[in-house]
């Protein structure tokens, strides 16, 4: 695997690991209906890339912009710094794709 498509799962796997230890505050996105369907996906996501499908990559990006649905849960649920930091090593590695 190439090491942005690594650090690209490791990355999501932190939010993961987020988002499961903790409840999530879902109410100011409008993507997840509740905090199974954001698990589900992401894990979705981290699965597609580990295999080398990048199908739902501009997808995945979106979920990572400023102000987009992990943003604004981050936001919400109080972990926006580590979201900050998150992002800005997803925005490297993809730039690197």
Known sequence: MEPSVAEIVDIIGHVLAIVRRVPQD??????????????DDLTDHAGRIQRGDV???????????????????????????VYAMLGNRFDECCARL
């Open 26 to 39: 879902l109410t100011w996105q409008a993507r997840y209906s509740d905090e199974r369907e954001l698990v």
């Open 55 to 81: 199908s739902r990559m501009s997808d995945l990006r979106f979920l990572f912009v400023p102000t987009g649905p992990l943003c604004e849960i981050a936001v919400s649920s109080g972990w926006l710094h």
